[in-house]
């Protein structure tokens, strides 16, 4: 299995912060990667697929980068509709795999 | 739009099977592959398998002898059964459209329904 591991797991940061991410793929993914936001009691919803692909709808100031086995999600400035769980997902082979997430909270 | 909703049995004993069905309204199942997403109390996502519109199955290994993922066309579902549940099992399971654009993700979810394993 691809293990995907997320750091940091968890962050403090103020409105207008810029925020990244990172997740690291266990082997060369090439661009398999996907990131998702989850608030609480609510289901995922996918922001960046292929690596840098923004989803329809998703606002500008989410991005992703990165190829191979590191991955790296950037919030240029954090809104406060952001505070939130982020998973990156790869696809490149089954068992599909998540990362174990990283929690964006109010500094 | 597509819309996703999970139905099922809220509490499964232990040993028992637990059931759950995804129904897709807004769009038809065709074409598409779909997909069951678990996440335990308090914990991360994990993928259970999925299903394609023909039929076609896949799931996680850890999983693989105890699961089976079915999908009916005519009435625009697809359903999961995991026999032999445990406590460990617990979890809101999420059903998911697996889209598939340069990458294979998960882009349209069910509200979740949450599945308490308990005697």
């Known amino acids: 299995d691809i293990q995907m591991t997320q750091s940091p797991s968890s962050l403090s940061a103020s409105v207008g912060d810029r925020v990244t991410i990172t997740c690291r793929a266990s082997?060369?993914?090439?661009?398999?990667l996907n990131w998702y936001q989850q608030k609480p009691g609510q289901a995922p919803k996918v922001l960046i697929y292929a690596a840098s692909s923004l989803q329809r709808g998703v606002p500008s100031h989410f991005s992703g980068s990165g190829s191979g086995t590191d991955f790296t999600l950037t919030i240029s400035s954090l809104q406060p509709d952001d505070f939130a769980t982020y998973y990156c997902?790869?696809?490149?082979?089954?068992?599909?795999?998540f990362g174990a997430g990283t929690k964006v909270e109010i500094k | 739009q597509v819309q996703l909703q999970e139905s099922g049995s809220g509490l499964v004993k232990p040993s028992e099977t637990l059931s759950l069905t995804c129904t897709v309204s807004?769009?038809?199942?065709?074409?598409?592959?779909w997909g069951w997403i678990r996440q335990p109390p308090g914990k991360g996502l994990e993928w259970v398998g999925y299903?394609?519109?023909?039929?076609?199955?896949n799931s996680d290994p850890s999983l693989k002898s105890r699961v089976s993922i079915s999908v009916d066309t005519s009435q625009n579902q697809f359903s999961l059964k995991l026999n032999s549940v445990t406590a460990a099992d617990t979890a809101v399971y999420y059903c998911a459209r697996l889209f598939y654009d340069s990458s294979g993700y998960f882009d349209l979810w069910g509200r979740g329904a949450l599945v308490t394993v308990s005697s």
């Open positions: 299903v394609s519109y023909s039929g076609t199955t």
């Open positions: 082997q060369s993914i090439s661009i398999y």
């Open positions: 997902q790869q696809s490149y082979k089954t068992p599909l795999t």
């Open positions: 807004g769009g038809s199942i065709g074409a598409y592959y």
